[in-house]
């Protein structure tokens, strides 16, 4: 087997208690647990999904907007809002810059975004800018093709790349240097080919890459799998590997593992949710409080594995952590290819 050696996206999970009174939630404020803080409830709950409709940000929302509704602790309805533009940039720079203490907006985030603040693609902000919320939920990078391509598995991919790595179109939500640009470049660099030889068509979202492939407009579609899978279920699209250690459950137990058919290439995708730098104690603490609840419920690991994704339940301090931690490997990884220099920022 071959090996590439780059840093692995390690996942933590956090196992959590049972909380009482998970139906319980508060359109007013109400008091904090320990007495010290109290809790402001949003009066318009609303999810910012960074891209276009149909992507992963879209689920991500998706998935809030379901999980806390059937789950009892949102009782208001959630809206989702979709903020377009440098795959997760524009939405960062409105929340960092001109919406700091917006208590009723919660923002999507992905391991995607994660990436590209380690690569200084959101301007002057980093890490260090918001407030990270809520861990929920993991899938995996994966790549497919239209069901009707030639291209029936990942050697004859690989054999198409070796032999012309031009005449392969890669498509994906993302500038190159981006999560689903990353993988592909992983896998590349996997079998002996520059990933600066290949073509890469960088689009707004994973849900518009997925249509791209769909009307044979590219010839790979690079994203996560739990975006791929409607798709691959409906008949329309081939998924040639899942960048996870092992083969995954459900929907999913026939889809091959990169590393089962030759290739240590792995590519977990974290998903969860920020807020303004400013939100005030209150309405963060309400939001955590909520998320805690939502993901001890049983209901919500139904809804979660409903949208194909693994668990991951973090959120707090926590979770900041987590994301501090992860994006200084990713700015070393990112170093690595020449994307950017492997320096902390100055904050």
């Known amino acids: 087997m071959k090996k590439l050696s780059y840093l692995a996206l390690g996942l933590s999970i956090l196992s959590l208690t049972a909380c009482n009174n998970a139906n319980e939630t508060a359109s007013t404020d109400t008091a904090a647990a320990d007495g010290s803080t109290e809790l402001t409830a949003p009066s318009r709950p609303e999810c910012i999904a960074p891209a276009k409709p149909g992507g992963g940000f879209d689920l991500t929302c998706k998935l809030a907007q379901a999980g806390l509704r059937d789950t009892g602790v949102l009782t208001d309805p959630m809206r989702v809002t979709y903020m377009p533009g440098g795959v997760g940039a524009v939405a960062?720079?409105?929340?960092?810059?001109?919406?700091?203490?917006?208590?009723?907006?919660?923002?999507?985030?992905?391991?995607?975004?994660?990436?590209?603040?380690?690569?200084?693609?959101?301007?002057?902000?980093?890490?260090?800018?918001?407030?990270?919320?809520?861990?929920?939920?993991?899938?995996?990078?994966?790549?497919?093709?239209?069901?009707?391509?030639?291209?029936?598995?990942?050697?004859?991919?690989?054999?198409?790349?070796?032999?012309?790595?031009?005449?392969?179109?890669?498509?994906?939500?993302g500038s190159v240097g981006g999560q689903d640009w990353m993988q592909t470049a992983i896998l590349a660099k996997a079998v002996g080919v520059n990933p600066s030889d290949m073509t890469y068509v960088a689009m707004e979202g994973g849900g518009e890459a997925i249509t791209a492939v769909m009307g044979n407009h590219i010839t790979v579609v690079s994203a996560g799998i739990a975006?791929?899978?409607?798709?691959?279920?409906?008949?329309?699209?081939?998924?040639?590997?899942?960048?996870?250690?092992?083969?995954?459950?459900?929907?999913?137990?026939?889809?091959?593992t990169a590393k089962e058919q030759g290739y240590d290439v792995t590519w977990p995708v974290v998903r969860g949710y920020y807020m303004g730098p400013d939100v005030s104690a209150g309405a963060y603490n309400w939001w955590k409080d909520a998320f805690d609840k939502m993901l001890a419920d049983p209901k919500f690991a139904e809804i979660r594995e409903q949208q194909e994704l693994l668990p991951f339940s973090m959120t707090g301090e926590e979770l900041e952590a987590y994301v501090y931690k992860r994006t200084g490997e990713l700015r070393e990884l990112s170093a690595e290819y020449g994307l950017v220099g492997a320096e902390a920022p100055a904050k």
């Open 227 to 256: 975006e791929i899978m409607p798709q691959a279920t409906a008949g329309k699209l081939r998924v040639l590997a899942v960048f996870s250690d092992e083969r995954l459950g459900g929907s999913m137990a026939d889809v091959p």
């Open 92 to 173: 960062y720079n409105k929340i960092v810059a001109n919406d700091r203490d917006n208590g009723d907006a919660i923002v999507a985030f992905s391991t995607g975004s994660i990436l590209n603040l380690s690569q200084g693609k959101f301007g002057k902000f980093t890490e260090k800018d918001v407030k990270w919320l809520a861990g929920v939920g993991t899938d995996y990078g994966a790549i497919a093709v239209n069901a009707e391509s030639p291209i029936k598995d990942l050697a004859g991919l690989v054999e198409k790349l070796k032999t012309d790595p031009k005449s392969v179109s890669f498509g994906a939500g």
